[in-house]
């Protein structure tokens, strides 16, 4: 699972991207790995772990993780080959969720590709190349079932049905994901990996003086997305390079407590590249490690059990569960044992946010 950058030149997206990449999420239990020039390996900062850390103090805390890939600078003509409009559109549909960032700052000495500070137009640009290239595979994927549809083919009659809309909603430039049921995007839609239906985060780069409340430009875009499928987050680029170069996290603290800020917006856009993606983690806790696994929303304890391995799942006997918020309360798995917190699941369970878990098996 990976999320992939992207907007126009100069709008802050690659100094975003390398702030991710060097960031150690404020705690130095936060490594990062950077696997490619342009990937990197970026650890899900989560409070939990560090507090489970200190109650346990096992040998190894290992975090969960999120890939993000900084892809090249789209400009006009991209879906016909501009610039690196082919690079671009190939690596993007190889992702699984966008983060679109755009330039909502004045300032005189990084000159925006077009001349004027305009977000929404900056949008437009992105959004309308992404979906020009969206309408060429449906068409050829239309195109292709119309020619071998037999008479009475139920199957090709429902996909023609779901794509016809899709097309629509393309030439509308109106992209809704939930006016299409969970059946229809995974048979239909998800196969032809369409760029303009993946979730997406907007991610506006601000001044440093309206890193808190936004502003004019903020406010646009917030407007402009009002009834989509997609979220929005306020980032100064600025700021997370001059917390880039603090050596320590006491001096990163001091940095944010001045500026009115709780954490940092690396560790707030990590985090909702994470939701974005629609994961959310489940722990294992002991003495040799404490450690974050990622799951999808809504999957099973079956699913959680063969996270870790294969024969966890094929062996399932039970889950023992704790919630997180039990664990702390009660400081220890003995103590919550003997509070009669601690829950025996079955494969159907479904797994909560921040559940601690030890799987039962028997191979």
């Given at each position: 699972?990976?999320?992939?950058?992207?907007?126009?030149?100069?709008?802050?997206?690659?100094?975003?991207?390398?702030?991710?990449?060097?960031?150690?999420?404020?705690?130095?239990?936060?490594?990062?790995?950077?696997?490619d020039p342009n990937v990197s390996i970026v650890?899900?900062?989560?409070?939990?772990?560090?507090?489970?850390?200190?109650?346990?103090?096992?040998?190894?805390?290992?975090?969960t993780t999120v890939k993000i890939v900084d892809?090249?600078?789209?400009?006009?003509?991209?879906?016909?080959?501009?610039?690196?409009?082919?690079?671009?559109?190939?690596?993007?549909?190889?992702?699984?969720?966008?983060?679109?960032?755009?330039?909502?700052?004045?300032?005189?000495?990084?000159?925006?590709?077009?001349?004027?500070?305009?977000?929404?137009?900056?949008?437009?640009?992105?959004?309308?190349?992404?979906?020009?290239?969206?309408?060429?595979?449906?068409?050829?994927?239309?195109?292709?079932?119309?020619?071998?549809?037999?008479?009475?083919?139920?199957?090709?009659?429902?996909?023609?049905?779901?794509?016809?809309?899709?097309?629509?909603?393309?030439?509308?430039?109106?992209?809704?994901?939930?006016?299409?049921?969970?059946?229809?995007?995974?048979?239909?839609?998800?196969?032809?990996?369409?760029?303009?239906?993946?979730?997406?985060?907007?991610?506006?780069?601000?001044?440093?003086?309206?890193?808190?409340?936004?502003?004019?430009?903020?406010?646009?875009?917030?407007?402009?997305?009002?009834?989509?499928?997609?979220?929005?987050?306020?980032?100064?680029?600025?700021?997370?390079?001059?917390?880039?170069?603090?050596?320590?996290?006491?001096?990163?603290?001091?940095?944010?407590?001045?500026?009115?800020l709780e954490e940092s917006g690396s560790n707030?856009?990590?985090?909702?590249?994470?939701?974005?993606?629609?994961?959310?983690?489940?722990?294992?806790?002991?003495?040799?490690?404490?450690?974050?696994?990622?799951?999808?929303?809504?999957?099973?304890?079956?699913?959680?059990?063969?996270?870790?391995?294969?024969?966890?799942?094929?062996?399932?006997?039970?889950?023992?569960?704790?919630?997180?918020?039990?664990?702390?309360?009660?400081?220890?798995?003995?103590?919550?044992?003997?509070?009669?917190?601690?829950?025996?699941?079955?494969?159907?369970?479904?797994?909560?946010?921040?559940?601690?878990?030890?799987?039962?098996?028997?191979?």
């Amino acid at each position: 699972m990976k999320v992939g950058i992207v907007g126009l030149p100069n709008v802050g997206k690659s100094t975003l991207f390398n702030c991710l990449s060097q960031s150690k999420a404020q705690s130095e239990n936060y490594p990062f790995c950077t696997i490619d020039p342009n990937v990197s390996i970026v650890n899900v900062p989560d409070l939990r772990l560090e507090k489970l850390s200190k109650l346990i103090n096992p040998e190894k805390l290992i975090p969960t993780t999120v890939k993000i890939v900084d892809i090249a600078g789209l400009v006009k003509g991209a879906s016909k080959g501009e610039g690196l409009g082919n690079k671009f559109l190939s690596n993007i549909r190889e992702t699984d969720a966008i983060i679109h960032v755009l330039r909502c700052f004045d300032d005189p000495n990084i000159v925006h590709v077009d001349g004027k500070i305009n977000p929404l137009s900056d949008k437009e640009v992105v959004e309308y190349e992404l979906i020009l290239k969206d309408l060429e595979i449906v068409d050829k994927r239309l195109d292709k079932i119309k020619k071998t549809l037999r008479s009475g083919s139920n199957e090709s009659k429902k996909e023609i049905e779901v794509l016809d809309k899709v097309r629509l909603q393309l030439e509308n430039v109106k992209i809704i994901r939930s006016d299409f049921t969970d059946d229809q995007f995974d048979d239909y839609i998800k196969p032809l990996e369409l760029i303009s239906f993946k979730p997406i985060l907007y991610v506006c780069n601000v001044g440093e003086n309206d890193v808190i409340s936004g502003n004019d430009y903020v406010d646009q875009v917030r407007k402009e997305i009002a009834n989509n499928d997609s979220e929005l987050i306020i980032i100064s680029a600025k700021i997370e390079s001059e917390i880039n170069e603090l050596d320590s996290y006491e001096e990163k603290k001091i940095f944010l407590d001045d500026l009115g800020l709780e954490e940092s917006g690396s560790n707030k856009l990590i985090r909702a590249s994470y939701k974005l993606l629609n994961l959310h983690s489940y722990f294992t806790a002991g003495v040799k490690e404490v450690r974050g696994w990622t799951i999808r929303i809504g999957d099973s304890a079956y699913d959680a059990a063969g996270q870790i391995h294969t024969d966890f799942q094929k062996g399932f006997i039970c889950a023992e569960v704790i919630s997180y918020n039990d664990y702390v309360e009660n400081g220890s798995e003995s103590k919550v044992k003997e509070a009669g917190k601690m829950r025996l699941e079955g494969k159907e369970y479904i797994v909560s946010d921040g559940d601690i878990m030890h799987f039962r098996f028997n191979i």
